[in-house]
Structures are given as structure tokens and as C-alpha cells.
């Protein structure tokens, strides 16, 4: 039996090779996600952004920086989670995914999801939401949680919502506050 971490990185390495879509021709690192490999939360985003791309780690630009923040504010840090995307490569200016590029970069995430085994997957923003369990509308998901094929689903805002409207930062923080107790875990 191959230990988690093990599939991960093999699961990590193809990623790495991989030339399934045209992102694979504009992106300067992949961005597989990181962190704990016996994670009981996993979070979700749409896909990486510059920082990402310069860097290779999932969530490091503001978004990452505000997502550090909600995480430590329920008790939580980076390294006890696993943090990823539905892309692995960036999409030329940040643009939304097109259909055919979540469909080449799908098949990863369910592998790590199926390695890693988190007792909650947390999806952040309507893309993450809209690949991983279908069409929802945002401000009627966010806050709640989906099952579906052995799986439990939390959904809310992506931070960089929060970023350019201060208003959902509240939303995302009572919504986290949901997920806390569903973890039962202490926090502020």
C-alpha cells in the first residue's frame, strides 16, 4: 500500500508533466496544493492567480493572505489543511476557466481527494462549487453543506470576493463559523 503523501506526490509529478490543456503553454510552475496529507479539511479555489503561478503554492497573494487569516481565526492553520485548486495552471490574466480546461484538470482533483480522504471539502467560490457538485448559486450555497457519493461539501465565498466587497468578509467569517463547529474545533 502506497503511504498518502507517496500518492500525492506521484499524483503531484503528473500534474507536473502535464499538457492535457493550452494552459500548460502560458504557466511558469504548476500549482498542485499543499499541506497536510492526512488533512480533515480540504479547500477548493477556481485556480491560481500570478503569485500562485511565481511561486508554485496554492492561495499566497491576498487571497491567500486573507484565507491564512480566516483559517487561524477558527483555529486552524495552513499546514493542518490541504489547499488546492480545480486548475493547476493559471489562465492567461486571470480569467475564468473554460470548460475543457476544468474537465482536463478534474481528474487530479478527485485523485487527491480520493488520497487525502478529508472529512470536509470546502469549496470557495462559484467555480469550485459548480465543478466539484453542480450549478448553485452563491448566495444561496454559501454556509451550507452538500453530501454526494461519500463526500461532505461546505460552501462559501472565495476571499478574493471579500477583498473587492467588504461585506462578504462577515459572510465568510459567520460561514466559517459553521464549519468550526461541524469540525469541532476551538477558535476565537
Sequence with gaps: MIAVDD?????????????????????????PGEGSPNARL?????APG???????RPFVGRSGNLLT???????LTREEVFITS?????????RSPHRNEIDACL???IRQIMSIQPEIIMLVG?????????????ADAHGRFYEANGLKFFMTYHPAAALRFPKIADVIRQDLQILRAELDIGGH
Aim: net charge neutral.
Design 107 to 109: 481528474p487530479y482533483l
Design 50 to 56: 500570478a503569485r500562485e503561478d511565481e511561486t508554485g
Design 7 to 31: 500518492r500525492l506526490d506521484l499524483i503531484h509529478e503528473e500534474i507536473a508533466r502535464c499538457t492535457k490543456c493550452a494552459l500548460h503553454e502560458t504557466r511558469t510552475h504548476t500549482v
Design 86 to 94: 480545480v486548475l493547476k495552471c493559471r489562465p492567461p490574466r486571470n
Design 42 to 46: 480540504m479547500i477548493v479555489g477556481e
Design 126 to 138: 462559484g467555480v469550485a462549487i459548480s465543478s466539484l457538485i453542480g450549478p448553485w448559486k452563491l
Design 69 to 75: 487569516t480566516y483559517l487561524s481565526e477558527i483555529g
